[in-house]
């Protein structure tokens, strides 16, 4: 019996994944650092990349207009316009149409998942009874169940093509592309896999979804509370914009129209040198940047959506720009 003896220059295979074998820097290692992949990101809706780009060319526009008008290079209507307004264009261009887009797809994937258990109990069902999960889901899907309807029918159309119950079910999990949908499909998929009485697993993911609705109910309900908090603090610190504006702040305007070019006090303060236009910008900059963290915090709060937030920071930019170009 020969044993293998190891020769001086026999290189050991060492794995590709070490970190002594590698010659990956120390922050890649640390940070693990993934491509941005548009198509994971948005899959086929290339409409929100559009909409996102025409968004940022009109705020740029408006920014750029803005910042004209703040070092006086031009003038928009003869003063009724101010470059501080054109700013706020750029920013409600920007967060504006983004937000209101994405708030109307989460809306929509919301409604297709309400009425998603009734169509699983249906299956459910029609398979208890001893229709096969091909006829159930055929049979189930020529009803009516809202907005998710048509969706049912593609799935239906591709099963009679002879498309696997399995591919039909990924690419209605594709095109709705919710988590709770996807865990669904994966959960049915695997039981057809394994076989058994598969009634009870389409009637324990239509239980699965209605408990993640009531979940989500109940979080919103919460924290609607803590948002309704953010809002009215916001209105509340407008109100005391707008007292401190149409008390102190006036009541120094009074008295250098006055005293033009005199002082007051013991510290001899010149009164002579305040300019109403600049202290409404530093005001509507203060009230900007609350009303902007403010939507944002409170909409994602209430919601658990960034989008949401966006949605409410815009309504609340056009409420502080009103509020100022009539009240002020």
Same mark, same amino acid.
């Given at each position: 019996?020969?044993?293998?003896?190891?020769?001086?220059?026999?290189?050991?295979?060492?794995?590709?994944?070490?970190?002594?074998?590698?010659?990956?820097?120390?922050?890649?290692?640390?940070?693990?650092?993934?491509?941005?992949?548009?198509?994971?990101?948005?899959?086929?809706?290339?409409?929100?990349?559009?909409?996102?780009?025409?968004?940022?060319?009109?705020?740029?526009?408006?920014?750029?207009?803005?910042?004209?008008?703040?070092?006086?290079?031009?003038?928009?209507?003869?003063?009724?316009?101010?470059?501080?307004?054109? !700013?706020?264009?750029?920013?409600?261009?920007?967060?504006?149409?983004?937000?209101?887009?994405?708030?109307?797809?989460?809306?929509?994937?919301?409604?297709?998942?309400?009425?998603?258990?009734?169509?699983?109990?249906?299956?459910?069902? @029609?398979?208890?009874?001893?229709?096969?999960?091909?006829?159930?889901?055929?049979?189930?899907?020529?009803?009516?169940?809202?907005?998710?309807?048509?969706?049912?029918?593609?799935?239906?159309?591709?099963?009679?093509?002879? !498309?696997?119950?399995?591919?039909?079910?990924?690419?209605?999990?594709?095109?709705?592309?919710?988590?709770?949908?996807?865990?669904?499909?994966?959960?049915?998929?695997?039981?057809?896999?394994?076989?058994?009485?598969?009634?009870?697993?389409?009637?324990?993911?239509?239980?699965?979804?209605?408990?993640?609705?009531?979940?989500?109910?109940?979080?919103?309900?919460?924290?609607?509370?803590?948002?309704?908090?953010?809002?009215?603090?916001?209105?509340?610190?407008?109100?005391?914009?707008?007292?401190?504006?149409?008390?102190?702040?006036?009541?120094?305007?009074?008295?250098?129209?006055?005293?033009?070019?005199?002082? !007051?006090?013991? #510290?001899?303060?010149?009164?002579?040198?305040?300019?109403?236009?600049?202290?409404?910008?530093?005001?509507? #900059?203060?009230?900007?940047?609350?009303?902007?963290?403010?939507?944002?915090?409170?909409?994602?709060?209430?919601?658990?959506?960034? @989008?949401?937030?966006?949605?409410?920071?815009?309504?609340?930019?056009?409420?502080?720009?009103?509020?100022?170009?009539?009240?002020?």
């Amino acid at each position: 019996m020969k044993i293998p003896i190891k020769k001086k220059n026999m290189k050991i295979p060492i794995k590709k994944d070490s970190a002594v074998s590698t010659n990956i820097p120390f922050y890649k290692k640390l940070f693990k650092i993934k491509k941005y992949n548009v198509n994971r990101s948005y899959g086929k809706d290339r409409n929100i990349l559009i909409l996102l780009a025409i968004s940022l060319v009109i705020s740029v526009m408006f920014f750029l207009l803005g910042f004209l008008g703040l070092i006086g290079a031009i003038t928009f209507f003869d003063g009724a316009l101010t470059g501080l307004d054109f !700013i706020v264009f750029g920013i409600l261009s920007c967060i504006g149409p983004i937000g209101f887009y994405n708030h109307l797809k989460a809306k929509k994937k919301r409604e297709l998942e309400e009425h998603l258990p009734d169509f699983l109990r249906e299956i459910s069902s @029609s398979n208890a009874s001893g229709m096969t999960v091909f006829d159930a889901i055929k049979s189930a899907a020529s009803g009516d169940h809202g907005s998710l309807t048509s969706e049912l029918r593609t799935t239906a159309a591709q099963l009679s093509w002879g !498309i696997s119950v399995k591919e039909a079910l990924n690419n209605l999990a594709k095109r709705i592309n919710t988590a709770s949908v996807k865990r669904m499909v994966v959960t049915i998929n695997k039981a057809l896999e394994i076989g058994g009485n598969t009634s009870t697993v389409f009637e324990a993911a239509a239980r699965e979804i209605d408990q993640a609705k009531l979940v989500e109910q109940q979080r919103k309900a919460e924290m609607s509370l803590y948002s309704i908090v953010i809002f009215i603090s916001f209105f509340v610190f407008l109100a005391v914009i707008y007292i401190i504006n149409s008390t102190i702040i006036a009541e120094f305007l009074r008295l250098q129209t006055k005293l033009p070019g005199g002082s !007051i006090g013991v #510290s001899n303060l010149s009164i002579s040198n305040i300019d109403s236009n600049s202290i409404k910008n530093v005001f509507f #900059s203060f009230v900007l940047v609350q009303s902007i963290g403010g939507g944002l915090l409170g909409g994602f709060m209430m919601d658990g959506k960034l @989008s949401s937030g966006v949605r409410f920071g815009f309504v609340l930019v056009i409420i502080s720009f009103f509020v100022f170009k009539f009240m002020f």
